[in-house]
């Protein structure tokens, strides 16, 4: 039996927190074939494994990647048509439209598109069906590729568990305090004087992408856009002195006041599209639950199952609002690299990927 041949890819910002994940993510994928490593004018021109201060605990199963040149970034200059995106946002604003209009499927890391109507903010397993919108970018702006977004890491983790219970019960409001990981500000990011030690509570721009970007996730598509959730968010975002792993301390009123038996066997039972099609990167349950009070932590749950699953724990009674829960998920992962990743094969057994 012939095998398939594999589709040729393109890492944008490969050197970066996110990039190397990336990297690591898509050196053995069954489906893509790392094809070009593309950073800043700082690192063009250079080898990978030189121009990149790796930082993963284990290397990746290199094969030549390691001698493979970086190449500037360069919307003309980059072939692949499936492209994987960890540029900054600034950065990401100018080069992604050229992809997308010169028929590359761009899948990004960036807030630059997340919050225009006619770009999907994609979870797989709790929005598929907003990969409609694709057409409707051909049509309105005449790209022949395209923009995919993944959310703000800590919106992917927060709605990967408020979806199945928005689908169950509906969700009024809901009240969210971030404690989130120093890797979620990049390479090298905070300086270590200010983390180390400390608790930081300010995340610029933070706390409005997780209230509107959770709304657009949990909403229904209409003609031209996305109809948002009714649902009305607070977060409190805070940077703490944790590698990976963003923890959020999640305060819920559910429609319907269910019962915390209600809520844990709809959190439990969830499955979504990801699951179904068993595509390489999702976890057998996007959500795994914790019993044991003292769980979850970063430290011991935050890269089971790639880094895919999110965890809950500590289910319990909520005086304010009625429910209340902790959350884990990995934010380099569920939050960015794996997140993609995932968005672009849901388009591959879509047959979404161009040609
Ligand atoms: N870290 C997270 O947890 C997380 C989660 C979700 C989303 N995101 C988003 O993902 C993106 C990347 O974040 P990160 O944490 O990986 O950042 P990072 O560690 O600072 O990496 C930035 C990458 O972009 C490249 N770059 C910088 N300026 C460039 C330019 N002018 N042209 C081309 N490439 C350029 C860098 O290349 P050089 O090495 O050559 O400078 C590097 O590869 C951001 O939009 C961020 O908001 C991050």
């Known amino acids: 039996m012939t095998s398939r041949p594999r589709i040729p890819v393109a ?37 990978y494994d030189e121009a990149c ?15 493979q040149e970086v190449l500037p970034c360069r919307a ?61 970018q051909r049509r309105v702006r005449g790209w022949s590729g395209g923009i995919v977004c993944n959310p703000n890491c800590t919106t992917a983790v927060l709605a990967l568990a408020l979806a199945p219970l928005e689908a169950r019960f509906g969700i009024a409001r809901a009240f969210i305090a971030t404690m989130q990981a120093v890797s ?20 610029r721009g933070e706390e409005e992408k997780v209230e509107a970007e959770i709304r657009k996730i949990l909403g229904t598509v209409v003609a031209d856009g996305v109809q948002p959730a009714a649902l ?45 099609l068993m595509l390489p990167s999702a976890p057998a349950a996007p959500l795994v639950l914790h019993t044991v009070d003292e769980r979850p932590q970063p430290r011991l749950d935050v890269e089971r199952d790639g880094g895919m699953s999110v965890h809950v724990g500590r289910i319990r009674p909520c005086p304010l609002l009625g429910t209340k829960l902790f959350l884990l998920g990995n934010n380099v992962e569920r939050g960015a690299a794996g997140a993609s990743v995932l968005n672009a094969e849901l388009c591959h057994a879509r047959g979404l990927l161009p040609a």
């Open 232 to 276: 009305v968010a607070s977060a409190l975002c805070h940077r703490v002195a944790v590698v990976d792993g963003h923890c959020e301390a999640v305060s819920l009123e559910l429609r319907g006041s269910p019962s915390l038996e209600a809520v844990r066997s709809a959190l439990e039972s969830w499955r979504g599209i990801p699951q179904t």
């Open 53 to 67: 201060a790796w930082r993963l605990p284990s290397l990746p199963a290199w094969g030549g990647l390691g001698a």
């Open 76 to 136: 003309a200059a980059i072939r692949s048509r499936v492209v994987f995106s960890a540029l900054d946002a600034a950065v990401a604003a100018e080069v992604e439209p050229v992809l997308a209009r010169q028929g590359a499927l761009v899948f990004s890391n960036a807030s630059a598109y997340r919050m225009e109507a006619d770009v999907p903010l994609l979870v797989p397993e709790v929005n598929a069906e907003h990969l409609a919108l694709l057409e409707v």
């Open 184 to 203: 979620g500000a990049g390479y090298p990011g905070v300086p270590s004087l200010d983390a180390l030690g400390n608790v930081i509570p300010f995340i």
């Open 11 to 47: 890492v944008l910002g490969a050197t970066g927190a996110v990039g190397q994940r990336f990297v690591a993510r898509l050196a053995s994928h069954p489906w893509f074939e790392l094809a070009e490593l593309v950073a800043s004018d700082r690192s063009a021109g250079r080898r």
